[in-house]
């Protein structure tokens, strides 16, 4: 049984995350100076922050890696259109063991720690630490990072596939990130508007597909994964999970 061809996310989001427009300037104001800085954004998906951050900083240069083909595919095609090709590298690979050709000046890990793999327990302290290997001396991290905004009811533990060991508090995930050498500068985080047009940009491409589809083989599988999200989200992480942007100094 081959897979179905769901609308990528792309078609219904803006960012690949809890993040609106206004958030994503301020955020890379928050990143300043960008003159003649190199940005790499690891696991950019289809790296519209990273397009957006080399617009605002004309002198700029940028490198976006992802192992998703179809998703920096649709970010040439992005910076094809918005005159950026001279100035960006877009790269389909693993980010396991992957170089930038030169340090980031600046280095963007937006809801993807898990890209350097092992344990989910380990995720954001593994990517601290890989983090500062991609970096020149002095330069600035932006992390969106996962954090738990209130604490999960046991049943909200037993809804969603995440253990609370994963995340701690917004405070402690500031401390590990000092303990790791990086002094914060900025701290915001993903408001329920955001999360909400994050989720529901998910739940329609599946239930739009469902619409168009009704008799496919597929149906059931696509039915299934929908309702097993709905219920995460409902009966689990909204309103506990938080999603942190920190902007970091690196040492
Ligand atoms: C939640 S998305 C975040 C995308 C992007 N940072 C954004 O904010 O729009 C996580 C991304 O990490 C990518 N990814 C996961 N594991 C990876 C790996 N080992 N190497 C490269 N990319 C990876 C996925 O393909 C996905 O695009």
Known sequence: MTSPEIAPLHEDLTFHGPLSEERAA???????????????????????FLLRTLEAAPTATGTGVDRDAKAIAHAEAAAEARG????VSLQAADVTGWRPARPADV???????????GDPLHHTANALTEARKLLAPGGRLLLGEGFWEKEPAEAQ?????????????????????????????????????????????????????LR??????????VRATADTQRNYRLRGWRGTMGLAYLTLQAP
């Open 26 to 48: 301020r955020l890379i104001r928050s990143l300043t100076p960008l003159d003649h800085a190199h940005v790499v954004d690891v696991g950019c998906g289809w790296a519209e």
């Open 212 to 221: 168009e589809n009704p008799d496919s083989e597929h149906a059931p599988h």
């Open 157 to 209: 533990l037993a809804a969603m596939p995440v253990p609370k060991a994963q995340y701690s508090s917004l405070a402690d995930l500031v401390d590990l990130t000092h303990t790791h050498g990086y002094r914060l500068l900025a701290v915001e985080q993903a408001n329920q508007d955001e999360w909400d047009v994050f989720e529901n940009g998910h739940a329609l491409a599946w239930e739009r597909w």
């Open 107 to 117: 280095l963007i890990v937006n809801g993807a720690s898990q890209v350097w793999g």
């Open 84 to 87: 950026l090709t001279t100035r």
